[in-house]
């Protein structure tokens, strides 16, 4: 029971935190983006840049796989210079972040996406596709793997 407790108020603290950086960026164009991803696990993307290369991403959603309610929160780096295209910007990102899984147990494990996002030139929309290996550190270590691809649209 308090186990359960300290998850939702971390999950709390994970959501009040992005929403507050995004609030302190209405003015910029195209920083905070919210959309959705499918895969595992599937439900609500969000993402806010806070530099050109640098972005936070979270998600809260629901794993099919292992029938749990998700979230985690990564920072990301992006690389524009590997992958040219013709309009718009794909770059390639690499991460780290947490991840909880609350089942009847809650899952707590270190996240290290890696993916691509296709930004669209004049369109404030992006599409992402990632694959994040995890090392699992509660209730017992191990590996998870999690992945998926999405969009997302950024209004602010």
């Known amino acids: 029971m ?5 998850v ?5 603290l994970m ?3 992005v929403l507050s950086l995004a609030a302190q960026d209405v003015g910029k164009p195209k920083t905070f983006g ?3 991803m ?11 840049w806070l530099q050109e290369r ?16 998700y979230v985690h929160g990564d920072i990301q780096w992006h690389m524009f210079d590997l992958i040219s295209v013709e309009t718009g910007r794909l770059p390639l990102f690499v991460g780290v972040g947490a991840r909880i899984k609350m089942t009847p147990t809650t899952d707590v494990a270190i996240r290290f996406p ?8 004049n369109v404030p929309i992006d599409i992402f596709l990632e694959v994040a290996p995890a090392l699992v550190l509660v209730p017992e ?7 998926g691809i999405g969009v997302r649209f950024y209004p602010f």
């Open 2 to 6: 308090i186990k359960r407790r300290m």
């Open 8 to 12: 939702v108020l971390i999950t709390c």
């Open 15 to 17: 959501v009040f935190t």
């Open 34 to 36: 919210i959309g959705v």
């Open 38 to 48: 499918f895969g595992e696990p599937t439900g609500i993307a969000a993402k806010l």
């Open 54 to 69: 640098v972005s936070l991403d979270a998600a809260a959603a629901w794993s099919f796989v292992s029938g749990s309610f």
């Open 114 to 121: 890696v993916g691509l996002v296709y930004i669209f030139a």
């Open 141 to 147: 270590t191990g590996f998870d793997l999690g992945g």
